[in-house]
């Protein structure tokens, strides 16, 4: 079965500074899609980034990029210009096809004024 | 937008209760899940289901089942409610379509659910 690790239970970060999360996963499979989610407090989940498996190139969405590393199984994101915003539980998440979601066990990030 | 709606944001039961909580997408999605997130755990999958009447046990099914007899609407059952069931249930759907934004899931807002 895929497997999904955040190995970073929390961190931090001061304003405007850049943080990286860090994500690995196990799979045998060579097509499938990864994906970072953000949950602020008390708010909805929603979709930071996605990468293709099959790209290599790593995807980038404003201020939040990744580090895609397929040899490696290492996904992780970067997030750049911190802001007070961007303060959430942060989710790693793996998929293949039309199955569901395989999430990791979240990074709380905080950001310091 | 696709909006994913729980009924409740927060509820309070009685052990041994029989509870509902509904799960309603109004993008025609032909995939529905349930999670449920407690600390250090992330989220772990309940159920899901890839169509209307079709359902799917994921990685903790014990104690709870599903409804799905809408495309649109699926619900989560809990048959007689216990204290290790107080957590934050949450929902998702998807779409089969293989667009710019395919296998993305969708969450609702969550309902928090206590036990006493």
């Known amino acids: 079965a895929q497997t999904v690790t955040q190995s970073q239970p929390e961190m931090s970060v001061q304003e405007a500074e850049t943080v990286t999360l860090s994500c690995t996963y196990d799979?045998?499979?060579?097509?499938?899609?990864l994906f970072w989610y953000k949950q602020p407090p008390s708010r909805q989940m929603i979709l930071v980034i996605r990468?293709?498996?099959?790209?290599?190139q790593n995807a980038t969405e404003n201020r939040f990029s990744v580090n895609f590393q397929k040899a490696a199984k290492s996904f992780s994101l970067k997030i750049s210009d911190s802001q007070l915003g961007d303060a959430a539980m942060y989710f790693c998440?793996?998929?293949?096809?039309?199955?569901?979601?395989?999430f990791g066990k979240g990074t709380r990030l905080s950001v310091i004024a | 937008d696709v909006k994913v709606t729980q009924s409740s944001r927060y509820l309070v039961k009685r052990t041994g209760e029989k509870v509902f909580l509904e799960c309603v997408q109004d993008?025609?999605?032909?995939?529905m899940f349930w999670y449920r997130q407690d600390p250090g755990l992330g989220l772990r999958l309940i159920y899901f289901?890839?169509?209307?009447?079709?359902?799917e046990k994921g990685d903790i099914p014990e104690g709870y089942s599903v409804s799905r007899e809408k495309k649109e609407r699926f619900s989560l059952i809990l048959e007689s409610a216990s204290t290790n069931q107080t957590s934050m249930y949450l929902c998702?759907?998807?779409?089969?379509?293989?667009?710019?934004?395919?296998?993305?899931?969708?969450f609702g807002p969550g309902t928090r659910l206590t036990v006493t």
């Open positions: 998702a759907s998807s779409s089969i379509s293989q667009g710019e934004w395919s296998y993305e899931q969708y």
């Open positions: 799979t045998s499979e060579s097509d499938y899609y």
């Open positions: 990468q293709e498996a099959y790209k290599q």
């Open positions: 998440a793996y998929r293949r096809g039309n199955t569901p979601l395989v």
């Open positions: 993008m025609d999605h032909e995939n």
């Open positions: 289901s890839y169509d209307v009447k079709m359902k």
